[in-house]
């Protein structure tokens, strides 16, 4: 036990420091290590496992919408960027370049993508002549570069990986629709897969996505009481389609531009998952997106009959849950730890006594319960208690959100809440961007949405006194 000791030890205490406690997780629950890049990191197995489980319930979720898989190059020629004005503006500060091909110097340079709206343009451009082409629904997964000065794991890394949607419509109605429909694709993924409550918003005009006419995003509230936008998707308009000549004939054969979209979610999620879910013993992994969702510790496994009981229980949860088996020489205690530090949500336990009873013990992750039963019933048991433990993850995450979330009438209010309570503050706003700027600049939250589902919290602005437009969810974030 004085091993099992140590391991935990071995975390800093979220409370005492929260940024060293996030650190301590994703290094000692082998989530990734550090490369010889800055702000590049490996993927370990474990991490890469989760990303694998979210990446094939979002794939599932945009095929069954119509969406079709493509891969555009990873290189973009300076000129092309070039196109859209405020999109490549905005991103200029983060974009890394390629300068030389082998031992010849570039006639121009090439970008490495920081995100992929002018190579899908380009070629939208080429194959789209009439209405019959659409609507282009392609999604793409890959990495992208953004140079960051600050870098942590996950939640913002100078390479990372994601999917990219990108589609083209007749006209603005359907594009706009399909903005809201993958929004709410992401929200889903959030909450059914990952136990994360989410408010749904659009962003204001200084936070939407550079050469957008709208944002909208999914915001989450981390353990901490900061903010992450989770997932966004654009609605372009004829932005870029005018930039790039994306025309087709409509049904009368007059020459129209299309309305495009794009949207997307990123392994900054995994990072989500660690700070809404975890604790100071390690990772608390939703069932669903578990990589393990059983393991199975024997007790006492130099004994007689052990191992091979342990075995067999492991092909009959195989047919019903994710579980691996750990014989390894350690001790059991040791198991136990690992197993709280890598998050999975059951652990099942089987020693000699146990098999004379026929039964085993069962313990959540989540509250640490232990639960006796019979191994007749656990091809029942284990599927019961693991939407059990999903659906109660969910409500100690949406409890905790509740609790951290302040409304604010006055700038004093608004200021109090930030430095000694944290979390959403809901406040009212004129709808003038030199508000949202003192705001920033007098607390250091941001606006991370204006919510679909509107409140009153007063009939003024919380900065100037002027009559109030919108409630918006404010809060500093990551």
């Known amino acids: 036990m004085a091993k099992n000791q140590k391991l935990v030890e071995q975390i800093t205490s979220m409370e005492d420091d929260f940024a060293q406690w996030y650190t301590d997780i994703v290094k000692k629950a082998e989530l990734v290590d550090y490369s010889s890049v800055r702000g590049c990191v490996i993927f370990r197995p474990y991490a890469y496992a989760i990303w694998e489980n979210i990446q094939s319930t979002l794939d599932k979720k945009f095929k069954e919408t119509g969406h079709e898989n493509v891969y555009m190059p990873m290189l973009i020629p300076e000129n092309l960027l070039q196109k859209e004005k405020d999109h490549v503006e905005g991103f200029a500060p983060e974009v890394a370049w390629v300068t030389q091909g082998g031992n010849e110097q570039l006639t121009e340079r090439l970008c490495v993508r920081p995100t992929s709206e002018t190579l899908f343009c380009e070629h939208y451009a080429k194959i789209v002549q009439s209405y019959k082409d659409l609507p282009k629904l392609y999604n793409q997964w890959c990495s992208v570069v953004r140079w960051e000065k600050t870098t942590r794991p996950f939640l913002r890394t100078t390479e990372f990986l994601w999917q990219e949607g990108h589609t083209i419509h007749a006209t603005k109605e359907e594009a706009e629709e399909e903005t809201i429909r993958m929004l709410n694709v992401y929200a889903d993924v959030c909450e059914n897969l990952l136990a994360i409550p989410v408010v749904k918003g659009r962003k204001t005009e200084k936070e939407k996505f550079a050469g957008a006419e709208a944002t909208y995003t999914i915001e989450s509230l981390m353990h901490d009481g900061k903010a992450l936008q989770s997932g966004t998707s654009h609605f372009f308009g004829q932005n870029f389609a005018k930039a790039f000549g994306i025309q087709f004939s409509d049904k009368t054969g007059k020459l129209e531009y299309v309305n495009q979209t794009s949207w997307g979610m990123t392994t900054r999620i995994i990072g989500a998952v660690i700070m809404v879910h975890g604790d100071d013993e390690g990772l608390k992994l939703p069932p669903r997106v578990a990589p393990i969702q059983v ?178 969810y404010w809060g500093r974030a990551y």
Not at 326 to 331: H, L, N, Q, T, V
Not at 338 to 360: A, F, S
Not at 404 to 409: E, H, L, M
Not at 462 to 471: D, E, H, I, Q
């Open 295 to 472: 393991v199975i510790v024997p007790i006492a496994q130099h004994k007689e009959g052990v191992i091979d009981k342990a075995t067999e229980l492991k092909d009959k949860i195989s047919k019903i849950a994710r579980v691996k088996l750990d014989i390894s020489d350690k001790m059991p205690g040791w198991k136990f730890s690992e197993y709280e530090m890598k998050g999975v949500p059951i652990r099942l336990e089987v020693g000699p006594k146990d098999i004379e009873k026929n039964q085993v013990v069962l313990v959540r992750r989540d509250t640490r319960e232990k639960i006796f039963v019979s191994m007749d019933e656990l091809e029942t048991k284990i599927p019961e208690l693991l939407e059990d433990i999903h659906n109660s993850m969910y409500e100690a995450a949406k409890k905790a959100r509740e609790e951290k979330t302040s409304s604010a009438k006055t700038m004093d209010e608004f200021k109090d809440i930030v430095e000694n309570k944290t979390g959403f503050v809901k406040a009212m706003w004129c709808g003038d961007r030199s508000c949202e700027d003192k705001i920033k600049e007098d607390t250091g939250a941001t606006s991370r949405c204006i919510p679909f589902e509107q409140e009153e919290v007063s009939d003024t602005c919380v900065c100037c006194g002027k009559k109030a437009t919108k409630m918006v």
